[in-house]
Structure formats: structure tokens, C-alpha cells
């Protein structure tokens, strides 16, 4: 069966930064996505191996915009100290509402640095501003189930439980 719409794919993959080739990721695990614009995974990946075959290995060079954007200065932000919890610590993670934001978008911001009086919190994607290069091989395809395709996501092995 080839890579086509609707169908369940499985895929081992690798993420590295074209710019200093480091390895951001890499899954030995296969993941699993429904094909056919279900946001399961990068459009141009979803493009690059459509039509393939279970075996068939691929790469794809994904500029910011087409991968996890442009790095936005404006979502990094220095909030007073005493908002945060005693034990806050770089790298931690909190909720937030975006600045100025009237419609209470929540975003997800990762502190980046703590002193005495302010905290320092980044919501940009940690891979933000990065060109990525996703290579990886098929390791299967099947017919999506109905229940798949109403919910766009896999479910059971390697994907989605409810």
C-alpha cells in the first residue's frame, strides 16, 4: 500500500539543524499519523512522502516558516519575581496569556532566566528561527478506520488512546 489520504503512516525520523548539524530529535520509535491534511504532522513532510512505500526513506529541509517559525523577540518577557513560584527554576514551563491579548490566548512560555527580581520567559518554540531538516524511513501503511478519520488523529498502536 502506498502513502496516499486516509491512510495510517508509521515512521522512524530524525530532526537536525541544518545550520549547526546538531540532532534536535530522533525517533527509533515509529510514530504514527493520519495522512491527507490532518495536521498530524508538517505539511511539506506530508508532501514529501506521499505516494511512497513502506521502506522508501525521504528528507525534507523545512525553512522556519514551513517548521516551527521565526523566533518572535516579542514573546520573550521579564515578569516580576514574586508572580512565580519559590521553587521556579530555568527551564520550567507555565501558561500564560499572550501580552496584550484581549481574547485570553493562553501560550505555553519556558523561563529562561530567574534573579532576584524578575523572571525571564520565552514563548517561542525552542526549535523557533531554526531551518530543520526532517529525514526518516516508512515503516508502514494502512487504511485509516472511520473513527480515525472523525477524529484525525491515530488511535492504538503508536497513536492516540482515548
Do not use: C
Not at 486516509?6 to 545550520?19: A, G, I, K, P, Q
Amino acid at each position: 500500500m502506498k502513502v496516499a489520504k486516509d491512510t495510517v503512516v508509521s515512521l522512524r525520523y530524525e530532526l537536525t539543524d541544518v545550520n549547526e548539524g546538531a540532532i534536535l530529535e530522533k525517533a527509533d520509535d515509529p510514530i504514527s499519523y493520519v495522512h491527507g491534511g490532518y495536521d498530524g504532522i508538517f505539511p511539506a513532510v506530508e508532501e514529501a512522502i506521499h505516494g511512497k512505500n513502506i521502506g522508501d526513506k525521504f528528507s525534507v529541509t523545512m525553512e522556519p516558516d514551513d517548521a516551527f517559525g521565526e523566533y518572535e523577540h516579542e514573546l520573550v518577557r521579564a515578569e516580576p519575581r514574586d508572580m512565580f513560584p519559590k521553587e521556579v527554576a530555568v527551564g520550567m514551563q507555565f501558561e500564560g496569556g499572550a501580552e496584550g491579548d484581549e481574547d485570553e490566548d493562553f501560550m505555553l512560555y519556558t523561563v529562561v532566566e530567574v534573579n532576584d527580581k524578575e523572571v525571564t520567559v520565552d514563548g517561542n518554540h525552542p526549535l523557533a528561527g531554526k531551518t530543520i531538516k526532517f529525514e526518516g524511513t516508512i515503516t508502514g501503511v494502512r487504511a485509516a478506520s472511520k473513527e480515525e478519520l472523525e477524529h484525525g488523529h491515530v488511535h492504538g498502536e503508536g497513536g492516540h488512546h482515548h
